[in-house]
C-alpha cells in the first residue's frame, strides 16, 4: 500500500521509500546463488556479479513474467529458468536463446543496493537520491570490537508493532523476564524503576538507562555481586535498532542522580536490529547480538539467550497481530509510550519532507 512516498502497513505504519532497509546479512547472498526477498510489497532477487558485487532487481522476468528468483546465476547475472533470457547485473537481456537480435526494451527493474556493516541494504525509492552514506552506521556482526551472532526471523505482523517493541523496553520485565531479566523479580523490577531519558535525533530517538544496584544475572554476564547497570539505544528510521549495556561494579552511581559511570565497566554487551516490511502484514527482523571480543568465549550463550528472548518478542507480537486482527480496536498509549510517540514525530517529519520533495 501506498501514501505518497510511504508503504503503508496494516497496522497503519509509514514506511519511507527513500531509505536503505536491511534486505539480508552479507552471508544470506553467497556466490553463484540467486535470493529471493519482498521488501516493501516489492518481490526482489538479489545475488552477486562475478566480482562479488551484490545487485538487486525485480523479481519478474519481462518476457512471460516467470520469477527471476527460480532461475541461476550466470557470468555476473541471472538466468531465467522458464525460457532461458539471461539478464545482466544492470538488468540488461544480454542473451535470448535462438534469437540474434535483443529489444531494447527486454530488461528487468534494478534497484540501488549496497554492502556495509556485514549487511546488505536495498533502496525502493528515488535511485537518485540513494547516498550510500545514509546508511546507519550499522557496526555488523563482523565488527572486530564484538563477538556477536548474527540471525534473522520472519514475522507474520506488520513491522510497526515490531516497531513499538523495540522502541519501548519497559516490556522487559514481563515478555523477558525468564531471559534478559534473568529469572529474578528484582532484575525485572529495577529495570521498570530505571531512570531513564530520551532524546530526539535528527533521524530517530536515543534512550539511556541507568539502574543502581542490580542483582547478580546471568545475562548481564555473570557478575557475582551484581552491578550498576547503563544502556543506550538508538532506533532510527526506517526501523534500525543499536543498543549497548555495560555494567560496573555496585556502588559506582549515585543512587539520587544515576547515569553513566567514567570508570572501567566489568562486562558490555551489544546488538544491532533492523526492521524490514517485507509485505502490509509481514516482515523480517534481522539481529546480531553478543559481549565484547575479549569476552568471546561467552558468545555462544549470548546468541542463545538472544534467540530465546528475540523469539518471546514474536511470540507477544504475532499473538498481539491476531487480537488486533480480531477485535478491530485500536491502542491506547501510555506514559511508558514517549519514545514511541517522539519517534512517529521524526517519522512524520521525514515522511514530510520527503513527498515535499518528491
Not at 514511541?340 to 514530510?352: D, I, P, S, T
Request: aromatic fraction near 10%; charge should be negative; proline fraction near 7%.
Amino acid at each position: 500500500m501506498q501514501a505518497g512516498g510511504a508503504f503503508i502497513d496494516a497496522a497503519g505504519g509509514q514506511h519511507p521509500r527513500n531509505a536503505w532497509y536491511m534486505a539480508g546479512w552479507d552471508r544470506d547472498v553467497p556466490a553463484g546463488e540467486v535470493v529471493a526477498i519482498t521488501v516493501l510489497g516489492q518481490p526482489l532477487v538479489l545475488a552477486r556479479d562475478d566480482a562479488g558485487a551484490v545487485f538487486a532487481m525485480e523479481d519478474r522476468c519481462p518476457h512471460r513474467a516467470a520469477p527471476l528468483s527460480r532461475g541461476k546465476c550466470e557470468q555476473g547475472g541471472v538466468r531465467c529458468w522458464y525460457h532461458g533470457v539471461r539478464f545482466a547485473a544492470d538488468g540488461r537481456a544480454v542473451e535470448v536463446p535462438g534469437q540474434d537480435t535483443i529489444p531494447p526494451a527486454l530488461k528487468v527493474r534494478t534497484f540501488p543496493v549496497v554492502e556495509r556493516h556485514a549487511a546488505i541494504w536495498v533502496w525502493l525509492g528515488d535511485a537518485a537520491l540513494a547516498d550510500p552514506d545514509r546508511v546507519v552506521d550499522f557496526v555488523g556482526y563482523r565488527h572486530p570490537d564484538w563477538a556477536m551472532t548474527p540471525g534473522r526471523l520472519d514475522y507474520v505482523a506488520p513491522a510497526r508493532l515490531i516497531h513499538d517493541n523495540l522502541l519501548d523496553l519497559s516490556h522487559i520485565a514481563y515478555v523477558h523476564k525468564d531471559t534478559f531479566a534473568g529469572g529474578s523479580d528484582a532484575s525485572a523490577t529495577g529495570w521498570l524503576a530505571a531512570r531513564m531519558t530520551t532524546t530526539t535525533l535528527p533521524n530517530g530517538i536515543a534512550v539511556e538507562r541507568a539502574m543502581g544496584g542490580m542483582p547478580p544475572n546471568p545475562a548481564g554476564g555473570s557478575v557475582a555481586d551484581g552491578a550498576d547497570v547503563w544502556s543506550r539505544y538508538e532506533f532510527t528510521v526506517p526501523g534500525t535498532f543499536i543498543q549497548t549495556t555495560e555494567r560496573y561494579a555496585p556502588g559506582s552511581m549515585d543512587p539520587a542522580n544515576p547515569a553513566r559511570c567514567p570508570g572501567q565497566s566489568l562486562f558490555d554487551t551489544f546488538t544491532c536490529q533492523a526492521v524490514t516490511p517485507l509485505t502490509a502484514d509481514t516482515t523480517c527482523y534481522f539481529f546480531a547480538f553478543g559481549p565484547r571480543s575479549a569476552n568471546a568465549d561467552r558468545q555462544d550463550f549470548f546468541a542463545d539467550l538472544g534467540l530465546r528472548a528475540f523469539l518471546e518478542d514474536k511470540a507477544m507480537i504475532e499473538a498481539q497481530w491476531r487480537t488486533l486482527q480480531a477485535t478491530h480496536t485500536g491502542i491506547m498509549p501510555l506514559a511508558m509510550d514517549q519514545a514511541v510517540l517522539k519517534y512517529e514525530a521524526v517519522n512524520k517529519r521525514l515522511l514530510k519532507a520527503e513527498m515535499e520533495q518528491a
